[in-house]
């Protein structure tokens, strides 16, 4: 089994395609050991080359564009060399190699700092078929980043327009093609290009390279039994799609669109062939089974967050949910006192009165410096930070997901001491530092799990704190025996009568009538500008340089949900004892 990965690579590279080559440690040797002759696949991808070898104990080896002072064919010094008689070699010479995955164990990646010089001979293929495109990205990762992805643009888009979808893969011979068009399906910090094809019975999935554990992802229409249009980096362009699977299970994929109405012509094209999408009634009626009890706070929430185009598949939009406890010292949880509970009516940064009007007056401070005046302004935002983005998710989901925190932090976990230790000590944090006003993960609610994110399972080296302890579990409230003890009563928590009569006041804030306007500034609720859709339109900005670091901070910095009520939500009529939802 291969173990590369897209995450090994930066957020939004692209892998190309791979070859099949033997690594030659010694390739002047006139008699090699077998050890200095490793076998592996080549990756090429549009900043960087990886070696993977085909021993799983062995490190993988990343040479990042940017460092290689040379790539070119390579012949020995000496016809006596064992390599003397081959035609396909390739070097690449560079001044950091990164490994990665040595003994196959997930660990921070190791930046040698030396000029290295590599060399690999092809086993199938003519080193001419690699060598021109690495030559060419190579050339592109010289110029500055807008350039640079301008000229891999190109590239990439001259190899995909070479490419059609392989009908070889449809699963009825026949079947009509409705539509074809090119999309990327996403995952948490992965964008994988490929072809999109909608047929009468089927909508296929075929990405550009072989990443993927299948060629071909197909799902029956049949089977779809949710399809929803997303938000992607604030644009209209993605479609999330649920159905279930021909082994049986709930699946999703998620495509994004980036040609302007490709994702509505899909959408379109696929209700008109029987698909069934939401429903305004359908929202309404989920309000109402909420209201009277028949559906969990958890579920509702989690139906909220789906209607706000918050998805999984998606760190920079992830579903968001509140923190409902306040209380993380006492010996046991009284979830019949109401101090022991958070103020939903508030957002996190309205919590501490004393912060609160500390960071009023930076924000006037800050008007008076740049000569803004009035709410409007682009400089009157209360909050430096988001309540959720892809780095406070992977705080909360290190331990989870540790290949997705060194995707994010090139190749890096954080510091030790910065790191989700405590929960006692994060809800201080929020409730008291300058800059830290994030809410919670839905984890943090799912009995089904049972808080398996809280523990350090995979028993990860995430180094050593100042106090000399070792990064492990997260320490957590006396109150709780264990992980899943924790979560059960967070879920109690959740569903107990103080929060349900209270949660459409949160729900206001994140999803309703003062999650943005008038109503955030009366709430004090206002984030930075380029975190609200409308914020900036990135379609009319004609500076590459401006609109590259714009993308990027949209990205990285986190983005309000789309506001789902416009007025007042209601309030929860009645709830059935939370112990019921608590199991379900």
């Known amino acids: 089994m291969d173990r590369f990965s897209l995450l090994l690579l930066e957020p939004g590279e692209i892998y190309f395609e791979d070859f099949k080559v033997v690594y030659h440690s010694k390739p002047e ?27 799983h104990t062995l490190p993988m ?20 060399s064992a390599l003397a008689s081959k035609r396909e070699l390739m070097f690449v010479s560079c001044r950091q190699t ?50 640079q992805a301008g000229m891999v643009a190109a590239i990439n888009y001259s190899r995909q327009s070479r490419l ?9 011979i026949g079947e009509k093609i409705v539509l074809e068009t090119v999309g990327n399906r996403v995952t948490p910090l992965v964008l994988n290009p490929g072809r999109v094809l909608l047929t009468n019975e089927r909508l296929y999935f075929q990405p550009y390279n072989n990443v993927e554990m299948e060629p071909v992802t197909k799902v029956r229409l049949a089977s779809i039994s949710g399809l929803h249009c997303r938000r992607f980096l604030l644009r209209p362009q993605g479609l999330e799609i649920e159905y279930s699977a021909d082994k049986g299970g709930r699946r999703h994929i998620y495509l994004s669109l980036g040609r302007q109405g490709d994702r509505d012509k899909l959408h379109q094209a696929m209700l008109e062939q029987g698909v069934i999408a939401r429903s305004e009634e359908g929202v309404e009626c989920m309000t109402l089974q909420w209201q009277h009890g028949i559906v969990s706070n958890y579920d509702y929430l989690l ?22 406890v306040a209380d993380y010292t006492s010996p046991t949880l009284n979830l019949d006192e109401e101090e022991t509970f958070r103020d939903l009516s508030k957002p996190v940064g309205a ?3 004393e912060r609160l009007e500390s960071l009023k007056i930076r924000r006037e401070e800050m008007a008076l410096a740049t000569g803004v005046e009035g709410a409007g302004g682009g400089a009157r935002y209360l909050y430096g930070s988001h309540y959720s983005c892809p780095g406070f998710i992977l705080y909360y989901l290190v331990r989870r997901d540790p290949q997705l925190m060194l995707c994010l932090q090139n190749g890096r976990f954080d510091h030790p001491d910065r790191m989700f230790n405590s929960l006692q000590q994060t809800w201080r944090n929020v409730t008291t530092n300058q800059s830290d006003f994030k809410e919670l993960v839905p984890e943090f609610y799912n ?19 100042h106090t000399g302890d070792r990064v492990g579990d997260v320490a957590l409230p006396p109150w709780a025996k264990n992980s899943r003890d924790l979560v059960d009563k967070l879920r109690l928590a959740l569903e107990s009568p103080t929060v349900s009569k209270n949660l459409h006041l949160w729900i206001d804030l994140i999803f309703g009538c003062k ?14 500008p380029l975190c609200y859709e409308g914020g900036v339109d990135l379609d009319k900005i004609g500076d590459p340089n401006e609109r590259y670091a714009l993308e990027v901070q949209i990205s990285e910095f986190g983005q309000v949900p789309k506001q789902v009520f416009r007025c007042g939500h209601p309030m929860r009529y009645t709830a059935l004892p939370p112990q019921v939802h608590a199991r379900a």
Not at 164 to 172: A, G, I, K
Not at 314 to 323: A, E, I, K, S
Not at 515 to 528: M, P, R, T
């Open 29 to 55: 040797d006139r008699v090699p050991a077998v050890h200095n002759e490793v076998p592996g696949r080549l990756k090429v991808c549009s900043k960087s080359i990886v070696f993977v070898p085909q021993n």
């Open 303 to 324: 139906h909220l967050n789906s209607l706000a185009d918050r998805s999984f598949n998606d760190l920079t939009q992830y579903p968001v949910f509140p923190w409902v």
């Open 447 to 465: 009995t089904e799990e049972g808080g398996e994110f809280l523990s350090n399972s995979m028993e990860i080296d995430f180094g050593v704190r």
């Open 515 to 528: 999650n943005s306007g008038e109503g955030a500034e009366l709430a004090d609720n206002v984030f930075y």
């Open 98 to 147: 990164v490994e990665m995955l040595r003994q196959n164990i997930i660990a921070p990646f190791k930046f040698r700092r030396s000029v290295d010089k590599f060399v690999f001979s092809f086993t199938y293929r003519r080193v001419g078929e690699c060598l021109g495109q690495v030559q060419q990205l190579h050339r592109a990762s010289s110029l500055p980043p807008v350039e």
């Open 61 to 80: 080896l990343k040479f990042p564009l940017p460092d290689c002072e040379e790539i070119d064919e390579w012949s020995p010094r000496s016809f006596q």
């Open 164 to 172: 059609s979808f392989d009908t070889c893969w449809l699963e009825n």
């Open 351 to 353: 919590l501490n009165k």
